[in-house]
């Protein structure tokens, strides 16, 4: 058994004729909370296709996700794939309350680290309100705190040839014939240094809770729920994704789903 089920996921697969066009054709059953009004949404909701090089020209470096207030939370986030991981050494570290918990960080960095949550919360924070839009057709508007990836990886010195920033979590996703798969995302070095990419250990105004992805999960706020990896474990910088699961940059994507997934 796995702790995700993928009965939700069949009819998506199935259905699945190219990856960018699942991740457009996703937007168009976002509830009446989508922004409507966003003339670049709009442009990239009708622009099938649409490549990662066009979506970053549309978008540009730093443009940023529609932050929310307080009075749009209508709803708690709402828990999606894994929920609570059965892996032995989740299990361990949840039932301490996470207080050996250590993100580490290593790959192609002047320094590696190995940060505590005390150590994560003693860095400056940042809190946004966002709206979180899964692939299934769902959103959910909620208030999101952590501390910025871009401070995490200042302290751990990148490359310059450094690309991508890997994710490594605890939970397994699936259990094939092969060994159990692991959740596992990527982005690149520019969403990476974004702004609105926080590491959040707090949901609402709460201590993030284990269906949420405890004690520490990615927040990517212009790409789609897959993307914002939950029960983050280690990050690895590195140069390219091919070496990760079956190359393709996430569990998702090696199953067809599209890489970028911006919205
Ligand atoms: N480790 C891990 N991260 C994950 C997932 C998962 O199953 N495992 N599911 C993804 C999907 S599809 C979504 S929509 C969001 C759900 O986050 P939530 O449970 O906080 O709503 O987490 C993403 N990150
Ligand atoms: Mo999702």
């Not at 009446?32 to 970053?56: C, H, K, P, W």
């Not at 839009?133 to 401070?151: H, K, M, N, P, T």
């Not at 995490?152 to 939970?171: G, H, I, T, Y």
Request: glycine letters at 8%; proline letters at 4%.
């Amino acid at each position: 058994m796995s702790d995700f089920d993928p009965a939700r996921r069949r009819l998506l697969t199935a259905g699945l004729v190219g990856a960018s066009s699942l991740a457009v054709s996703g937007c168009d059953a976002f509830d009446m909370l989508s922004d409507r009004d966003n003339a670049v949404r709009n442009f990239i909701e009708g622009a099938n296709g649409l490549t990662y090089r066009a979506q970053r020209i549309l978008l540009g470096r730093d443009a940023l996700a529609k932050e929310f207030t307080r009075a749009d939370i209508l709803q708690p986030q709402r828990p999606n794939g894994v929920t609570n991981p059965s892996d032995a050494d989740y299990k361990a570290l949840a039932a301490e309350d996470f207080k050996a918990y250590r993100l580490e960080v290593s790959g192609m960095v002047g320094a590696r680290l190995s940060l505590s949550l005390d150590d994560l919360q003693a860095m400056p924070s940042r809190s946004q309100i966002t709206r979180h839009d899964c692939v299934e057709g769902w959103s959910c508007i909620a208030e999101w705190s952590g501390v910025a990836l871009s401070a995490v990886l200042e302290r751990a010195k990148p490359a310059q040839s450094a690309r991508f920033v890997v994710f490594n979590c605890f939970d397994t996703i699936e259990r094939g014939l092969s060994g159990n798969i692991k959740y596992y995302e990527s982005i690149d070095m520019m969403d990476a240094y974004h702004p609105q990419t926080i590491l959040a250990y707090g949901l609402n105004r709460k201590v993030l809770p284990v269906s949420n992805g405890a004690p520490l999960r990615l927040r990517v706020e212009r790409q789609l729920g897959y993307k914002m990896a939950k029960y983050v474990r280690s990050i690895e910088l590195v140069d390219r994704l091919t070496p990760f699961g079956l190359g393709k940059g996430g569990y998702w994507e090696d199953r067809g789903y599209d890489w970028y997934a911006g919205i």
